[in-house]
């Protein structure tokens, strides 16, 4: 497995990691949507970022997009109150997803453009991302404990999602 595949992997698990936490906090009565909206973006900018870092000899930068639309809805996040209106937290989350969409289209497009097969992957990839979003900025209309668990479901299927990227190709390179 490369170095990039590693960090890939990693946070990946992370992702799934905090969609746990967030499943397990409602039962600690721990359902403040305003303050675990701006944890949850702030930790994505972060992770993002580092993953950037470590792997910018690969060219490649869809963490650093995922960072900056990950940055703007933290900093929306910030200013804004979602725990007074759902709507608001559905729009916030709707927005980031359309943030996520489109590094993820990019990097899909550069798959293409190479003819490397992992576009189909991530293509599919990108529709059940899509798909995941849609369902998780609906179901937001629910008090602070349905959210809270709404976002963990959402987080850990995200974390799922990234996990394919580096697990296919380390299978293809291993074939």
Not at 12 to 33: K, S
Not at 122 to 127: A, D, E, K, P, V
Request: glycine share 4%.
């Amino acid at each position: 497995m490369k170095f990039k595949q590693k960090i890939d992997t990693i946070i990946a698990i992370f992702l799934i990691f905090i969609g746990i936490i967030l499943l397990i906090l409602p039962t600690f009565n721990i359902t403040n949507i305003k303050y675990l909206s701006i944890g949850i973006f702030a930790l994505y900018t972060i992770l993002n970022l580092i993953q950037f870092i470590l792997t910018r000899k690969s060219k490649d930068y869809e963490g650093l997009h995922s960072a900056i639309g990950s940055l703007i809805i933290f900093i929306a996040s910030i200013a804004t109150s979602p725990e007074n209106s759902p709507k608001t937290l559905a729009m916030l989350l709707m927005t980031w997803i359309i943030f996520m969409s489109l590094a993820k289209l990019k990097k899909m497009d550069y798959y293409h453009d190479k003819n490397d097969r992992m576009w189909k992957i991530r293509f599919i990839n990108l529709g059940l991302f899509i798909i995941a979003g849609i369902l998780t900025s609906i179901n937001l209309a629910y008090v602070s404990t349905v959210q809270v668990l709404v976002i963990g479901f959402f987080m850990l299927i995200h974390g799922i999602l990234e996990l394919f990227d580096p697990i296919v190709k380390t299978l293809i390179a291993h074939s």
